[in-house]
Nanobody
Framework: VQLQASGGGLVQPGGSLRLSCAAS????????VGWFRRAPGKEREGVSC????????SYKDSVKGRFTISRDNAKHTVYLQMNSLKPEDTAVYYC????????????????????WGQGTQVTVSS
């Protein structure tokens, strides 16, 4: 039972990537889902969250206007479209299911999330 993140890679500044988060062994029904990232030498931080029923979203300030989160409940998959990427976006990106909420809050509390997979590396460099 886990969420598998994929779609990372090496991209130049200003480029785009689309990450996918697919559920394995369970469904995403009823769960808010969040994307987190861990940059080298830093704590894991919340990037974006999407609610289950109304697909309302929240974003970390530094990615607003550049990243878009979406979900396909029929496919039990969540996506993160990342545009205008910057070197400071370099990190391992993870997705997690919020076991306590179906709706996102402005603040993403890591301990509310579970079913982490191995993550996917995003490197933004020229």
């Amino acid at each position: 039972v886990q969420l598998q993140a994929s779609g990372g890679g090496l991209v130049q500044p200003g480029g785009s990537l689309r990450l996918s988060c697919a559920a394995s062994g369970f469904t995403l029904d009823g769960y808010a889902v969040g994307w987190f990232r861990r940059a080298p030498g830093k704590e894991r931080e919340g990037v974006s969250c999407i609610s289950y029923s109304d697909a309302s979203t929240s974003y970390k300030d530094s990615v607003k206007g550049r990243f878009t989160i979406s979900r396909d409940n029929a496919k039990h998959t969540v996506y993160l479209q990342m545009n205008s990427l910057k070197p400071e976006d370099t990190a391992v990106y993870y997705c997690g299911a919020n076991l306590m909420r179906s709706r996102c809050l402005a603040a993403m509390t890591e301990h509310e999330y579970a079913y982490w997979g191995q993550g996917t590396q995003v490197t933004v460099s020229s």
